[in-house]
């Protein structure tokens, strides 16, 4: 290897060291998706919100992280059975299904890029998917009560 070469890789090693962190540490891209902020047992959450189908079926897909208190509430226009899965969903979530009066109904955690089906055990109108275990961390169980959620679109 020429000397000349090799300092056009160590140069090379030197800005990747410098550059990745920083690219590492960037935020999400900004979806468009409107925010609402939710409170939950005296904790708050920003969630993007998710009205339309399209919307629906992106959800978290290709993310490859999610802030801690960050997730993505899915409002449905009316109470109806909703089953979430995880395909092309990088990264683990809890999602808490939640009846129109803001009472949650059941919480599962998921596991990245499974086709395991997760169901609300009762109709819902909203799905919240946050990070893995937010709920558990902050003492959110079923029959908790969700402030802040979004109005159905008619």
């Known amino acids: 290897m020429t000397w000349g070469r090799f300092v056009r890789i ?11 962190p920083l ?3 960037q935020p999400e891209v900004n979806t468009g998706l409107p925010l609402v902020r939710l409170q939950i047992g005296g904790h708050i959450l920003t969630a993007e919100v998710a009205s339309t189908p399209e ?5 978290l897909m290709n993310r490859r992280s999610l802030p801690a208190n960050r997730g993505m509430v899915f409002v449905f226009a009316e109470s109806q059975p909703v089953c979430m899965w995880m395909k ?18 059941n919480i599962a955690d998921m596991q990245p890029q499974t086709e395991d ?4 055990q009762a109709d819902v109108r909203y799905a919240l ?7 558990a961390q902050h ?16």
Do not use: M, Y
């Not at 998917?129 to 709920?135: A, D, G, I, R």
């Open 23 to 25: 690219w590492a540490a």
């Open 139 to 154: 003492g959110i169980r079923p029959g908790a009560r969700v402030l802040g959620l979004p109005a159905p679109s008619r």
């Open 117 to 120: 089906v997760h169901c609300g």
């Open 10 to 20: 160590f140069v090379f090693l030197i800005g990747l060291s410098v550059v990745a």
């Open 129 to 135: 998917e946050t990070p893995l275990h937010w709920f």
């Open 88 to 105: 092309n969903t990088l990264i683990p979530l809890s999602v808490a299904f939640i009846k129109t009066d803001g009472r949650v109904v």
């Open 55 to 59: 919307q629906q079926q992106t959800g």
